[in-house]
């Protein structure tokens, strides 16, 4: 059987070219696997979820109650035998998966690998982060209880924010004014089929691109295995390594899962008149936070009746800088670097101050979400973020150049640090 077929597709050949590749054997290069893995596990569960699922807004009676038929769906689907841990599985995979691809872009940043000649992959893994956050949001609005439909109402005032394009291109999402009869059926399709599509072809082409170019390397393995990939091939040891890991994954999301059970539709109810007091999942925070300190009054006139308000400064603004800043570094910093091996964070001390003091920023916006139960006026708070921001890279920088001192001229200092 295995002569027949490799007479016909080669089977040998693709063993040796794709099969025997090597993969580097560090415990960070995980983090790209754990997103896959996520991004998989929430595929699986989504098609349990989509049977038993209506994307319909209309009114219909369950036991003597009128309810609308998407959040009667999300009732009944909890009825189901592990239907709640299911559903819960899938909200916990994506929370993993946006953190495990955020720390393996932190990963790629502190070590360099976006430089020459992987800026591409580069764009890509930004743009897999990006997607991943968009199609997260959009499942906010399918259970279509009372937290659901406010949060989604915040969504849709920072898209409608942006000057003169915002209300237009946030209708054509959302089916009109959020929400519409059309809001739920537009906002399903997106979620279940164009942006897992998206996300297949930028991971597919993600991985495609990485074994063409090969993996990178800790600095160490020039001393131990000068010109090669240092690892094991990934046909049977990395196939083992990850068959593990993902066992592992859904012994862990499953437990989280059963312990934690995601978004009660039933504590919040179905939508009503009266707008209950939300917070976004964490890696929609720190936007919230921006928002609370932003004084809601605050616009700016353009010509032809548009404003820049809060919405757009703490929801576009802020974000699109960051993100536009990401996506123009690997062709701002073109310092030369040896193409396959990881630059060691504390041979640069500046890259790796601005990333903790990202961090910071992050964290800090973080705090400002729970303005209200701390009870911080919006004066501290904005003293919070900027000295919080600029302390952590002042000190960041200040202790790497006293632990590990200034960074030597060349690769021979990177290797003698390892």
Same mark, same amino acid.
């Given at each position: ?13 693709? *063993?040796?070219?794709? %099969? ?17 893995? &996520? ?12 049977? *038993? ?41 994506? *929370? ?24 591409? *992959?580069?764009?890509?893994? %930004? ?15 399918? +259970? ?5 439909? $406010? &949060? ?13 394009? @915002? ?8 089916? @009109? ?18 942006? +897992? ?5 930028? %991971? ?14 800790? &600095? ?17 040891? #990395? ?40 917070? +976004? ?10 928002? #609370? ?9 353009? +010509? ?16 699109? %800088?960051?993100?536009?800043? &990401? ?6 910093? $073109? ?19 601005? $990333? ?22 919006? @004066? $501290? ?38």
């Amino acid at each position: 059987m295995y002569r027949w077929l490799d007479e016909r597709l080669s089977l040998t050949r693709f *063993n040796k070219k794709f %099969l025997r590749k090597a993969f580097p054997v560090h415990h960070s290069f995980f983090l790209g696997e754990i997103t896959m893995f &996520a991004f998989i596990t929430l595929v699986l569960t989504g098609i349990f979820l989509s049977f *038993n699922y209506e994307p319909s807004t209309r009114i219909i009676k369950v036991a003597g109650r009128e309810l609308p038929a998407a959040y009667a769906s999300i009732l009944y689907i909890d009825s189901l035998p592990f239907g709640a841990v299911l559903r819960s599985v899938h909200h916990w995979s994506a *929370n993993i998966m946006i953190a495990a691809a955020f720390l393996h872009l932190l990963r790629i940043l502190v070590t360099g690998a976006y430089k020459k000649p992987r800026e591409i *992959n580069w764009l890509i893994g %930004l743009g897999l982060l990006g997607v991943a956050v968009v199609t997260a949001f959009t499942g906010y609005s399918l +259970p279509f209880d009372a937290f659901s439909v $406010t &949060a989604t109402q915040i969504g849709y005032g920072i898209g409608a924010s942006m000057p003169y394009i @915002g209300e237009w291109i946030s209708k054509v999402i959302f089916g @009109g004014e959020y929400p519409t009869m059309h809001s739920i059926p537009r906002i399903y399709s997106l979620h279940v089929l164009w942006f +897992p599509l998206l996300l297949m072809a930028l %991971l597919g082409l993600h991985m495609l691109i990485m074994i063409k170019q090969k993996h990178t390397q800790p &600095a160490y393995a020039k001393k131990v295995a000068p010109g090669k990939i240092l690892g094991v091939p990934m046909m049977p040891q #990395q196939g083992f390594m990850m068959t593990i890991l993902y066992l592992l994954y859904l012994a862990v999301v499953f437990f989280i899962a059963g312990t934690w059970i995601a978004h009660p539709v039933e504590a919040f109810g179905p939508p009503t008149a009266s707008t209950p007091a939300v917070k +976004p999942d964490w890696y929609f925070l720190w936007i919230y936070g921006i928002l #609370q300190i932003i004084p809601g009054d605050f616009k700016i006139a353009l +010509p032809g009746d548009a404003v820049i308000n809060s919405e757009f400064i703490g929801g576009v603004l802020i974000p699109g %800088l960051l993100g536009l800043v &990401a996506v123009l570094l690997p062709f701002v910093d $073109t310092r030369k670097t040896k193409q396959r091996y990881l630059e060691l964070p504390t041979r640069h001390p500046v890259r790796t101050s601005i $990333t903790f003091a990202l961090l910071a920023f992050m964290l800090t916006t973080t705090l400002a979400g729970w303005k209200e139960e701390f009870g911080f006026s919006n @004066g $501290t708070l904005w003293a919070i973020i900027i000295i919080g921001t600029l302390a952590t890279y002042i000190a960041s920088y200040l202790i790497i150049i006293a632990y590990w001192g200034k960074p030597p001229k060349g690769e021979a200092g990177e290797l003698e640090e390892a």
